[in-house]
């Protein structure tokens, strides 16, 4: 089935470090959403971008919807150690099901204090 | 508000045992799924239901059952579980009029 392509698989970065993460879609998608992660826990829904060339921001994470409509970017600022986790990137395309998401494989960040 | 909630946290079973995972959800949400996650799989849909009275298949739905009891509950049921089938189930729901998925905390399944 379709799948989304998102990178990188994992990041070690240093506390104070800006991070970016993307990914892509071979089809058009009518929505982008960004979750995290943490171990032991369920995604948490960060951000929800419904428009092409939207740029939507929460707290230090700042997320955009391509306008090819086939990718999306999530970047954080000024990593912090409670940023470690997995962000996962989701999306619904024209042609799914309506309202079944398609997800990435995950980005993995570690962060260095 | 609990939001989603799923019980147990934790199960271990034999192969060829049956077991019912719960899921209830507050938010007066429509839709509701089933996915499991497995490393270096994603996030995978199993069953799904996009309002009360209706369930669907989903990408991996072989060895599983699902009821949507009500508006508020939706289980999962493995008839005969098998190693296969040891995995991190989550619940999600879902309102109407968006596409965001509100997770539980998951369920840690391991069968031997």
């Known amino acids: 089935g379709q799948q989304l392509n998102q990178s990188p698989q994992s990041m070690f970065i240093q506390e104070g470090e800006d991070v970016s993460m993307n990914c892509t879609s071979s089809?058009?998608?009518?929505?982008w959403l960004w979750y995290k992660q943490e171990p032991g826990e369920g995604p948490v829904l960060l951000i929800a971008?419904?428009?092409?060339?939207e740029l939507t921001s929460n707290g230090r994470l700042t997320a955009q919807f391509g306008i090819t409509r086939k990718d999306s970017f999530l970047n954080i600022s000024a990593s912090i150690p409670s940023d470690v986790g997995i962000y996962f990137c989701?999306?619904?395309?024209?042609?799914?099901?309506?309202?079944?998401?398609?997800f990435g494989k995950g980005t993995k960040l570690s962060v260095k204090p | 508000n609990a939001g989603v909630t799923q019980t147990p946290k934790f199960q271990v079973l034999k192969t060829g045992q049956s077991m019912t995972l719960q899921c209830a959800q507050d938010?007066?949400?429509?839709?509701m799924y089933w996915y499991r996650q497995d490393p270096g799989m994603g996030l995978r849909l199993i069953y799904y239901?996009?309002?009360?009275?209706?369930?669907d298949k989903g990408e991996v739905p072989n060895g599983y059952n699902v009821s949507r009891l009500n508006k508020r509950e939706f289980s999962l049921r493995l008839e005969s579980a098998a190693p296969s089938q040891t995995s991190v189930y989550f619940c999600?729901?879902?309102?109407?009029?968006?596409?965001?998925?509100?997770f539980g905390p998951g369920t840690r399944l391991t069968v031997t």
């Open positions: 999600a729901s879902r309102p109407g009029p968006t596409y965001e998925q509100y």
């Open positions: 089809s058009i998608f009518n929505t």
């Open positions: 971008l419904y428009k092409a060339g």
């Open positions: 989701a999306g619904q395309d024209y042609g799914g099901s309506q309202g079944n998401l398609i």
């Open positions: 938010m007066n949400h429509n839709s």
């Open positions: 239901s996009a309002s009360e009275g209706t369930t």
